[in-house]
């Protein structure tokens, strides 16, 4: 049996000699089998098994782009060079984007095109993204709920969605529904609300901000400021005194105590809002009117206005000139509307075909932002026979959608498209979502609830302090990586033409044949907006490890 | 809480609040159900309003539909309440009462959704089948009349949506190849279930299923690409590439143990070869005139065969793919050294400024050659910085040795699962078949657009692939791979016996998972022209025998998804249940 | 019994183990601060220490699953380098038993056994299903040979996982904590086998805590201490006549729980 010696160090003879010792050919062996070098002299295959396939799609490349693509890389001067790739996106675009929120015209530049494009990708998704947090998140909870009717129904939710592909929902959605509603004349309204629905899309009332809206902002930071401060102050006493108080109440309170005050500032100093008149109109302030009206109609009060036969109220109706969708319109419409005064709106492109209105007669006035209607002013025959009646403005306005002939007009406009992508992605991602949150509630064991049930919490403070947080931590992953998905599903707006990046790209490549370059642009701004996502993931994980440690 | 009604009685008042307490307290359900709180009262007010507002409105529009509805809830809302107050419950009012009125914003909230239900149901019942046709003959003009749905168009359609632009004369042969596979199915089927395996006709139906599976490409391609009639009968180069990538995917998918292989089986599919190459003869020589199995150009395929090939080739293709890109990312192999890295970046950033400042070629590819002197051409500052490109180089290396530490198959697999996951699969999809002629050989007659399609969302589905697959890997504890190590197995055998073999049990429900969304995205290939399921419906609402009907079609589909979904994820738990096994 | 289930094959050398000014690092941490050791052929040596000793990375330097930095480890004759030559050769002539059993949780106990020899020492499947019949009736579980690890008791698995290592037919077995993951009434019936397996002349190097098991079987006891050897000794001086006042401690709150 063994000996229970204990061996100095180094005196064994039949220890191998240590390798730098060892023969040439010994050594050289165990080099190459070393696993280390193994593994580079893998790699390093690898890579030139990569270069040659590489090489071998390439020279094709080569090639074909001489035969295919030379006419890829022409300069504005003709010539070839690889410098001038880029240079066909500085043409005239040529198409029409019906949905964008830059001014764009087709003869602006391919660039400008596919910034709109971009623009509208963005503004489809992020509305969804929210849309989808909101219904993913009551879907999810209601799959939870006690009553068996709404858990049923949202079961029925999630597999029916998850079950079928987005594009077919997205076909179903936009042609069989939101095309199916009735036309613009009878569009519905539902609970009288100032939404219209019909199958030119979703028509609703939208604040406008009028220039004063820069006043108000800065109160309404000042708000904002004092909420910090007054927390802040009313913690430390809290800390002080032990004394309880609501800080939120009394923060919000304040804020909304200098929102009022500010608003009722900005909209006494500001003086951007004016109306060009002749002078002989006998009005000099917005109140004269409701007089002009009376003697024009021959009444004694505005509201017999509504006994007065058609022809009649057609013929002492205003008639105005505003620019299409600005600020003014809306607040000057607000203003008559509240005193009841009929008046028919002429919406123009620019002030100068507003002017050629005004000038030819078939508008009696021109409401716009006073420096625009002095310059107007000053181009007119006799500009002293013309004045600038000041309108009040209050920093914001809404522009209330109204039936004018066989049409809408004001409000804002979401259109059959932009409606149907964005209920499409919403509908569809929150069903996912809703599984999601599902898993992140009934993550949080039983006996977390119980725990904070002994230590006498109130019902609203387990959730906030103790469910949520654990929730939050199995939900949020899953639910950035549903909203990138989102993000680049919004490329199926290709299915309803919604004129998105995807699409204003495709038909960029139809203009120009310009194929290489606007894929790479297409892939860069998608892979951007995935690294986007991607390195939020990644912060919110660190965040929460170094919490959980 | 349920349990109140029966237990407890002798507890505190305080105790026994609740709406369901022993002794009925109207004060103390009044305060629990809507003057709890602020919050609640508003919710409870909110509920009754739209409920009044909807009942009237539906008492007008549909008052037979909402007496009934209303009755049935009234009724069991008033058992409940009797059975609540009398403490005289039965199985039916304790259920309803826990499970529908178990307050009274949910009481209310059980109409509002039962009416709800009621409109859509009855919306779609009307439109549906009450005023819908079934009448296949019936054609446009026509067809608009009525105010529901018509049916027949899909009845009438039905070649278009089944099989595309495929000539009708030719669809008896995608019948043929359904009845084959499913026929191949329903026997491994019986020949796998619990009793039958054992048994001795059980193993010879698998075994006859397993040649059938071996045979299935051969046969697939017979019945759906067809047979060239003249010699070689078939082209040799088409052959050659078709086995190797089938013998690599089945090579792969036995190494990694996802399929089994028996020296008999392998013997067959050897021996099948050969057996299908005399098939094939013998099919041309007995059928000389060219009637049966003439060819098909793929792009002719179309409908719903159309969009069940994507399936079934992207899933096969990508699961070998998916596990390889897995395997990379998660290789930990010896980095490639600084020294080795650096003196090769900095040669080529040398090159490459050279030739991008003074030279003027860097290549032997001609259209590469000309005009590379960036600087010299440029025509602005932005310009002249981009001469110096080259200098990413040297940015590019040093990222690659701090993040991944040199290791190249763990960053080239990364790289391309996050580039590829990092875009939408309808811009891979275009740019495939945007992008395939310039890379194919000059010679070819160019890929038709089938095999770019097939290649691009392969490329997508194996980087989703790859990453459950890596999934599955990481949940393998790590005392498995050092018991492997510890045994003295290599590492292929180690992936192969132990790992691969864990995790692709764990990834079933996913996988399973993953082939429904492969099948459901297959529709984005319409998108890009594809004559799929999807696709037919444009060109069958452009007929202008059914000009404008969308609906039926679009619902059809959405139909025809869900059932097609549901049933194959049906069959991934029974299979993971089969395989789940009971034996960890 | 075969006469291989009586013993070992002969080693190649007479010390199987030598470990030289062996040096590991794990980042900053320095693990093993360069502990030395010989194992003569068919000894015994229990490791002890507490936790975070480094006991365990130093046994699991022995087959390659934690790689040194620095210093020479000799397995029967084989230095560990990076070759993989060595490593693959050195793995089989090795083997080894974990605290967490480690079997192959989709394979049957038999499939377990005979995976390596059939795969590594390429036998036939019937001389491997053979050997690991006869090892597993050793251990004394011929009859689970057929079922899965999951049906088996913690006791069992461990002792599956011997019986693993043994088929390999290694010189030398190591064994990590290998009865620390039992339930105390199993505890036993591994100990049984390694008692056994020792007496039959394995070489066998265990980290354990079983001061029973180490007093009665083990010729040799290393105490280790902060990645160094504090102490080395037989086991009755070892327990008895501790010399050094790291191991009187350690001792004492062993014992005295």
């Given amino acids: 049996m063994a000996q229970t010696t204990v061996n100095p160090p180094g005196s064994d003879a039949n220890i191998p000699p240590p390798p730098e010792e060892q023969g040439i050919g010994a050594r050289v062996l165990s080099y190459i089998f070393d696993i280390r070098f193994l593994g580079v002299l893998g790699q390093i295959a690898f890579i030139l098994l990569l270069i040659i396939g590489a090489q071998r799609i390439f020279s094709n490349f080569g090639s074909n782009v001489d035969k295919l693509g030379r006419a890829q890389f022409i300069c504005r001067d003709g010539r070839f060079a690889y410098r001038c790739a880029y240079d066909f996106m500085e043409t005239q675009a040529g198409f029409d984007i019906d949905d964008t929120v830059l001014d764009y015209v087709n003869t602006d530049s391919f660039w400008w095109a596919l910034t709109n494009g971009i623009v509208n990708t963005f503004r489809v998704g992020l509305l969804a993204l929210i849309a989808t947090t909101i219904l993913g998140t009551v879907m999810g909870v209601a799959r939870l709920s006690e009553n068996w009717l709404v858990s049923r129904l949202s079961l029925a939710y999630i597999e029916i969605i998850r079950n079928t592909p987005i594009l077919v929902q997205l076909l179903l959605l936009y042609f069989s529904v939101i095309l199916a509603l009735p036309d613009i004349k009878d569009a519905l309204q539902p609970f009288n609300l100032p939404i219209y629905l019909s199958n030119r899309g979703l028509i609703m009332a939208w604040p406008q901000f009028m220039s004063s809206a820069a006043i108000w902002l800065a109160f309404l930071i000042l708000g904002i400021i004092q909420f910090q401060v007054m927390w802040v102050y009313l913690t430390r006493r809290e800390e002080r005194t032990g004394q309880d108080s609501n800080k939120v109440g009394w923060g919000i309170a304040g804020f909304l105590i200098i929102a009022v005050i500010g608003w009722f500032i900005s909209a006494s100093v500001s003086d951007n809002e004016g109306l060009l008149i002749a002078d002989n109109a006998r009005i000099d302030q917005v109140e004269d009117f409701e007089n002009v009206m009376l003697s024009r109609a021959g009444i004694n009060h505005i509201s017999e206005l509504e006994t007065l036969p058609e022809e009649e109220l057609t013929a002492v109706t205003l008639d105005v000139c505003v620019l299409r969708e600005s600020p003014s319109e809306a607040n000057f419409v607000n203003r008559l509307a509240r005193n009841g005064i009929p008046f028919k709106i002429s919406r123009n492109g620019s002030p100068a075909k507003a002017m050629d209105k005004y000038v030819d007669g078939s508008c009696e006035m021109f409401a716009a932002p006073v420096s625009i209607l002095a310059a107007e002013r000053a181009t007119l025959e006799n500009p002293n026979d013309h004045i600038i009646v000041p309108i009040d403005e209050q920093p914001l306005v809404w522009s209330i959608p109204r039936f004018e002939r066989f049409n809408i007009i004001g409000g804002t406009t979401l259109t059959p498209e932009y409606f149907a992508l964005f209920l499409g992605l919403t509908i569809f991602y929150a069903g996912g979502l809703a599984e999601v949150v599902r898993a992140g509630i009934l993550s949080v064991s039983k006996g977390q609830t119980e725990a904070a049930r002994a230590l006498g919490l109130s019902e609203g403070q387990r959730l906030n302090l103790i469910v949520l947080p654990q929730a939050l931590r199995v939900i949020i992953p899953p639910l950035i990586s549903t909203y990138l998905s989102l993000m680049k599903d919004t490329s199926l707006g290709v299915a309803v033409a919604f004129q998105d990046v995807y699409l204003v790209s495709q038909t960029l490549m139809n203009q120009s044949g310009r194929a290489l370059q606007i894929m790479i642009i297409l892939m860069l701004v998608y892979l951007a907006i995935s690294l986007f996502f991607s390195a939020v993931l990644n912060w919110y994980n660190d965040r929460v490890v170094i919490t959980e440690r | 809480m349920a349990s109140v009604t029966t237990t407890a009685p002798s507890k505190p008042p305080v105790q026994e609040r609740g709406t369901f307490s022993k002794k009925f307290n109207f004060n103390y359900f009044v305060q629990d159900n809507v003057t709890g709180s602020r919050g609640l009262i508003i919710w409870v007010s909110f509920l009754a309003l739209i409920n009044l507002g909807l009942l009237f409105q539906q008492f007008n529009n549909a008052p037979g539909r909402t007496w009934i509805i209303f009755g049935i809830w009234a009724v069991t809302v008033l058992g409940t309440v009797v059975g609540e107050l009398f403490t005289l419950h039965i199985g039916a009012t304790r259920w309803l009462k826990e499970n529908m009125f178990n307050s009274v914003s949910n009481a209310l909230l059980t109409l509002l959704l039962a009416l709800l239900v009621g409109i859509v149901v009855a919306g779609l019942w009307s439109w549906g089948v009450v005023n819908a046709t079934f009448d296949p003959q019936l054609t446009h003009p026509d067809v608009r009349t009525f105010d529901g749905a018509s049916w027949g168009v899909i009845w009438g359609a039905r070649k278009l949506l089944l099989t595309g632009l495929l000539e009708p004369e030719q669809s008896w042969r995608v019948i043929l190849w359904t009845v084959t596979i499913l026929a191949l199915w329903a026997l491994s089927f019986i020949g796998t279930r619990e009793q039958t395996r054992e048994t001795r006709w059980g193993t010879l139906v698998r075994q006859f299923a397993n040649v059938g599976w071996l045979l299935s490409p051969f046969l697939s391609y017979i019945f759906l690409a067809g047979l060239e009639y003249t010699e070689p009968f078939i082209d040799p180069r088409r052959l050659i590439i078709g086995t190797i990538v089938f013998s690599a995917i089945m090579g792969i998918l036995w190494f990694f143990k996802v399929i089994q292989l028996t020296p008999i089986t392998t013997a067959l599919w050897v021996l099948s070869w050969p057996a299908a190459y005399l098939m094939w003869r013998g099919i041309t020589l007995w059928n000389a005139n060219a009637e049966l199995f003439t060819t098909i150009d793929p792009d002719r395929w179309g409908g719903l065969l159309l969009t069940v090939i994507f399936a079934i080739f992207v899933n096969l293709l990508s699961l070998p793919i998916g596990i390889l890109l897995a395997l990379g990312r998660r290789a930990d192999v010896q980095g490639i050294p600084w020294w080795i890295l650096w003196p090769v970046a900095i040669g080529l950033t040398a090159w490459g400024l050279y030739s991008s400042t003074f030279g003027n070629c860097i290549g032997t590819i001609p259209a590469l050659c000309e005009n590379v002197n960036l600087w010299a051409t440029s025509r602005n500052t932005v310009e002249q910085i981009v001469a110096f490109w080259p200098l990413l180089i040297p940015l590019a290396t040093w990222a690659f040795l701090r993040s991944f530490n040199g290791n190249f198959l763990q960053a080239f697999s990364v790289l391309f699962i996050e580039i590829i996951r990092g875009v939408p699969l309808i811009t891979l999809l275009f740019m495939a078949i945007i992008m395939a002629p310039f890379f194919l050989p000059e010679d070819s007659q160019g890929l038709s657009n089938f095999w770019a399609v097939i290649v691009g969302y392969t490329i997508f589905t194996s980087s989703y692939t790859a990453e459950l697959v890596r999934g599955g890997l990481q949940a393998i504890p790590k005392g498995q791979y050092e018991a492997a190590d510890s045994l003295g197995i290599n590492t292929l055998q180690k992936y192969r016996f132990i790992i691969l073999p864990q995790a692709l049990r764990i990834l079933i429900p996913p996988l399973a998972g993953a082939v429904i969304g492969t099948f459901k995205s297959s529709s984005l290939v319409a998108l890009v022209g594809m004559i799929d399921l999807v696709g037919s419906t444009k060109a069958i609402i452009a007929n202008s025998q059914w000009l404008g009907l969308r609906t039926e079609l679009y619902v059809f589909m959405f139909v025809l998804y869900f059932l097609v979904s549901s049933i194959v994820s049906w069959y991934s738990r029974r299979l993971e249940e089969r395989t789940g096994l009971g034996v960890r | ?257």
């Fill in chain 3, 1 to 257: 019994m075969t006469a291989t289930m009586e013993g070992p094959e002969a080693t190649k050398v007479k010390d199987v183990i030598v470990c030289r000014d062996v040096h590991k690092w794990y980042g900053d941490f320095e693990a093993l601060k360069g502990v030395d050791l010989t194992v003569t052929a068919g000894e015994v040596v229990v490791i002890l220490g507490p936790s975070g000793s480094g006991k365990s990375t130093f046994i699991r330097c022995m087959n390659r699953l934690e790689e040194h930095q620095e210093g020479r480890i000799i397995i029967d004759g084989i230095e560990l380098t990076h070759d993989v030559r060595n490593i693959s050769e050195i793995r089989r002539e090795v083997g080894m038993v974990f605290q967490q059993f480690n079997l192959f949780p989709h394979l049957t106990v038999l499939e377990n056994i005979t995976l390596a020899p059939i795969n590594v020492r390429k036998w036939t499947r019937e001389k491997a299903e053979d050997l690991a019949v006869t090892w597993l009736t050793r251990v004394g579980i011929p009859e689970q040979a057929d079922k899965y690890p999951g049906q088996l008791s913690g006791g069992q698995q461990q002792r599956v996982a011997i019986a693993r290592a043994l088929t390999m037919q290694p010189k030398i077995l190591l064994f990590d904590e290998p009865t620390s993951a039992l339930d105390p009434e199993m505890i036993s019936e591994v100990l049984d086998v390694m008692r056994d397996l020792a007496r039959a002349g394995y070489t066998i190097v265990a980290v354990t805590h079983e001061m029973g098991f180490a007093r009665e079987v083990a010729n040799r006891i290393i105490f280790m201490d902060g990645g160094e050897i504090v102490e080395e000794n037989t086991p009755t001086d070892f327990f008895n006549n501790p010399t050094h006042e790291r191991t009187k401690l350690f001792l004492s709150q062993i014992l005295n729980h």
